[in-house]
């Protein structure tokens, strides 16, 4: 499985490692709250909200460079807006593997 | 150009402040979270350029650009393609970035900013007020009319309007203070304050931080005042 990786945000940074630990902040601040909303639109069965959650989250994933979990959440997203949760266990993997890199961050 | 971001995630905000920290064309002056918020700011300050996501809950960028009536330039961030065309249908758009949103692809669409406004403020002149000698035409409900430009001795911003008062009328006209004070002689009209234009000939007498014009006190902001009292035939 693909891995998360800082290439984008070194890429945008300019170098400068202030902003790249700022961001990294960010994202370890946002990530979980954005996920726990997403999880109780799921609980709900809420899935155009969760379908909006979703679209929130593509941006992390794609920040963290996950060309492939990118298309799968892109994939999801799409399912949800038409109601269909085929895809909620590969999402449930994505989230799981951002979160554990960000706690090693 | 100053410019203002409008997105709901923190992150993306932090990337575009970042990426305008590297492009010197552009100066960031606000960041919002959402729509609303930008609103009110805009209701009370100009600027030259937004960037704007779309997918905000509650109210999306395109609610957001309905809703400003003179929107200036705005480069859309999204994560999706899927509004591209849309997004074209609105003149005030000068550009659509996909998330992640590299340097190199920001830097293409802050020159078609840039670009943009050269072409637009060629043109407005054109657009809004038209001046002949000394008169001054402004569009209202449709009609071009004729205002003596010596007559103003006062114009005021308000929102999306600007109050021209003159000797015998007031008049109500949908434009800037920017525009119109392209249109002014600078030798007898000065603004005072970010919502005021006054003709110095009209001044009655000034006092601490206002002037009196006719009958209207207008208050002098601190960084006009010293142009102000320069061009005054002091004794």
Known sequence: MEQPNLIYIKSMSGGNQAFEQKLIGIIKQEFPKEVEIYLTNMSLKEYRKAADNVHKLKHKISILGLQKSYAIAQDYEKNLLEGSTILEADFSDIIRLIADFLETQ | ?235
């Open chain 2, 1 to 235: 150009m100053n410019c203002i971001i409008i997105d709901d995630e923190a992150a993306a905000r932090a990337i575009i402040s970042q990426l305008c920290g590297q492009a010197p064309q552009v100066n960031v002056i606000e960041e919002f979270p959402n729509a609303i918020q930008a609103i009110k700011f805009l209701n009370q300050n100009e600027v030259d350029l937004i960037f704007l996501d779309i997918h905000m809950p509650d109210f999306t960028g395109f609610d957001f650009i309905e809703t400003i009536k003179n929107p200036p330039k705005i480069i859309l961030t999204t994560s999706d393609t899927n509004f591209a065309i849309q997004a074209f249908e609105y003149d005030c758009i000068v550009d659509y970035l996909v998330k992640p949103i590299s340097l190199e692809r920001f830097q293409k669409a802050i020159n078609k900013a840039e670009a943009s406004s050269v072409n637009a403020s060629s043109n407005s002149s054109d657009k809004v007020e038209t001046t002949s000698g000394n008169d001054l035409y402004v569009n209202i409900d449709r009609r071009l009319i004729k205002i003596n430009i010596p007559s103003i001795y006062l114009v005021e911003a308000q929102g999306d309007y600007i109050r021209v008062k003159t000797e015998n009328k007031n008049y109500t006209v949908h434009s800037t203070l920017k525009k119109i004070k392209e249109k002014l002689p600078d030798s007898i009209f000065l603004k005072v304050h970010r919502s005021y234009i006054i003709n110095i000939n009209k001044i009655v007498d000034i006092e601490d931080n206002s002037v009196l014009i006719k009958k209207d006190i207008i208050p002098v902001s601190r960084s006009n005042r010293p142009e102000l009292m320069r061009r005054l035939n002091m004794l």
